[in-house]
């Protein structure tokens, strides 16, 4: 893990460079593996990120009932 800069010349160190990508070769050749090449396996959930419309907005609170008396939910 990463840890973050604490001088101003630590975070700007990346600024205006060029960073070699370590998946592009993989991916344009054809040998990227994504989540739909790979066999399911059982009692696996899965899980939805809906991102707010509002920015800034304060969510105050969130009704999950429908969602929990559906079938399949976790």
């Known amino acids: 893990m990463e ?5 101003k010349e630590a ?4 600024v205006g460079r060029s960073h070699g990508r370590v998946e592009d070769r993989r991916l344009l050749t054809g040998r990227g593996r994504f989540i739909d090449d790979i066999e399911p396996v059982g009692n696996v959930a899965h899980a939805a990120v809906v991102r707010s419309t509002q920015a800034h907005a304060r969510m105050v609170s969130v ?8 079938p399949g939910v976790v």
């Open 11 to 14: 975070s700007t160190r990346h």
């Open 3 to 7: 840890t973050i800069p604490r001088t």
């Open 63 to 70: 009704d999950a009932g429908e969602a929990r008396r559906a």
